[in-house]
């Protein structure tokens, strides 16, 4: 693990130094849990790249927005200060390290992570292919922003998970949650993208590591 601007990064490299390349923004430093994960549900090869110290609410947020509830925290809206440090600094230093270029370079999160990595695909074209589970795909004006805007490019790949029990919330900031995951899954789909959305038993907080592994395996087949 090292620090870079602030960010606590570490790389857990294929075999090849060519394999893909796939970054996990993390919540609780799980970015080994998900790299186990995922051996167990695909033989392919890949690089982990998971980051952790993140100001969640803040770095995965594309623009501000108030607390879902009284008590948390707002989002402060700072993915595009996050996404400079990522492509500018992470991702050029983990390249570095690996010696080869990556057969591709993925992007993956869950919940605010799984958001900011749909969000990422506007705003930058180093990413070819996206898995966002349990996406908070709820964040107030995402679909218009999502139907509004020009892909900086297309992925390849493009996974969408939930919990069947997420949207049965009585939270009404949430409850959008699944209706807007698949009306934008197939926004998607319909361009010709490679997209899928798959949808677990449980809430939100259930299987996560288990459900972010089924979005990168998927993502690297």
């Not at 996990?24 to 790249?49: C, M, P, Q």
């Not at 370079?105 to 074209?125: E, H, K, N, Q």
């Not at 679909?143 to 949207?167: N, T």
């Not at 949650?177 to 997209?195: A, L, S």
């Amino acid at each position: 693990m090292r620090v870079i601007r602030g960010k606590e990064v570490t790389l857990y490299p294929g075999q090849s130094a060519s394999a893909p390349l796939v970054v996990v923004n993390t919540f609780e430093h799980e970015g080994e849990r998900i790299k186990d994960a995922v051996k167990t549900v695909t033989e392919k090869d890949f690089s982990l790249l998971a980051v952790a110290g993140l100001s969640w609410d803040d770095d995965m947020s594309p623009w501000a927005a108030p607390p879902t509830r009284p008590g948390d925290n707002p989002c402060a809206g700072k993915a595009d200060e996050y996404l400079d440090i990522l492509t500018g600094d992470i991702l050029p230093a983990a390249l570095e390290t690996l010696g080869d270029t990556p057969a591709w370079i993925g992007l993956s999160g869950y919940s605010l992570a799984g958001l900011f990595a749909v969000y990422a695909m506007y705003r930058t074209d180093l990413f070819a292919r996206i898995a966002s589970a349990s996406g908070s795909l709820w964040y107030p004006d995402f679909p218009s922003y999502v139907y509004g805007h020009q892909l900086k490019r297309v992925p390849d790949r493009l996974y969408f998970s939930l919990g069947d029990r997420e949207a049965k919330t009585g939270n009404p900031y949430l409850q959008p949650v699944q209706k807007n995951t698949e009306e934008i899954k197939e926004y998607f789909r319909q361009q010709g993208i490679h997209t899928i959305f798959e949808l677990n038993k449980g809430n939100h907080f259930q299987r996560s590591t288990e459900r972010m592994a089924k979005g990168i395996a998927w993502i690297l087949d």
